[in-house]
């Protein structure tokens, strides 16, 4: 389809192990943003890029959690040694420039158990 | 702290009647505002936006109004369908923030027929 395609969509892991989501934008949008929603909240910023390179990582809550967007489309959201409270939904979207409308996926709903 | 808060959990309302939701904020450096409609397993969809130098913005049925002085926005649907039962985020943005999103807790609109 033409939007916003997250990969896998149910992800359970165990505690410890390491864990990778995809994200691929819609095709031409230069910026991506991943999001964590937690059970009852609203989204959470992480990340976002501009082309290839990270604008603004402020948003990942410690240095276990790093995102990838070597050629400037697909992302990768990285999680070390996965700890229960990782678990959430977590967001993609993709917008054509940075303060256009942005696109959400469907997210990938991340267990550990 | 929650810099953008949306108080009330839930709403039920009779499809035909006006649908209200209410959302506050706390950070004056806020000057774009948005509403996305989730629907569960999906990914957030934008409805309607308004940029702080307006205080309403109408599409079809739904409109947003701003009161800058009382850091309020409220989204009005008129009139409900039951279609239109889901969560509604509303969210902000600062004018340096590349985009990034900052969201309240949600609130599910529930239509009856």
């Known amino acids: 389809g033409a939007g916003v395609s997250q990969t896998p969509s149910n992800k359970v892991t165990e505690k410890g192990k390491y864990v990778e989501l995809r994200c691929d934008p819609i095709s031409g949008h230069t910026a991506l943003y991943w999001y964590r929603q937690s059970l009852g909240q609203g989204p959470e910023f992480l990340i976002y890029?501009?082309?290839?390179?990270?604008?603004?990582d402020s948003g990942l809550p410690n240095d276990r959690f790093f995102a990838v967007r070597p050629e400037g489309s697909v992302s990768t959201l990285k999680i070390q040694r996965t700890e229960r409270g990782d678990s959430a939904v977590y967001l993609c979207?993709?917008?054509?420039?940075?303060?256009?409308?942005?696109?959400f996926g469907q997210g990938t709903r991340l267990t550990v158990v | 702290d929650q810099q953008v808060k949306q108080n009330s959990p839930s709403l039920s309302v009779q499809e035909g009647r006006i649908s209200i939701l209410n959302c506050d904020y706390t950070?004056?450096?806020?000057?774009?505002f948005l509403w996305y409609k989730k629907y569960p397993a999906e990914g957030p969809t934008f409805l309607i936006s308004?940029?702080?130098?307006?205080d309403k913005n109408e599409d079809g049925r739904f409109t947003v109004f701003l009161n800058k002085s009382a850091k309020h926005l409220s989204l009005h649907i008129v009139p409900s369908q039951p279609g239109d039962s889901a969560v509604y985020f509303c969210a902000a943005r600062g004018n340096n923030a590349g985009n990034m999103l900052t969201f309240g807790g949600g609130t599910r609109l529930m239509v009856k027929p």
């Open positions: 890029f501009q082309g290839t390179g990270a604008a603004d």
């Open positions: 308004i940029s702080s130098i307006k």
């Open positions: 950070n004056s450096m806020f000057d774009y």
């Open positions: 979207a993709s917008s054509y420039f940075v303060n256009t409308e942005a696109f």
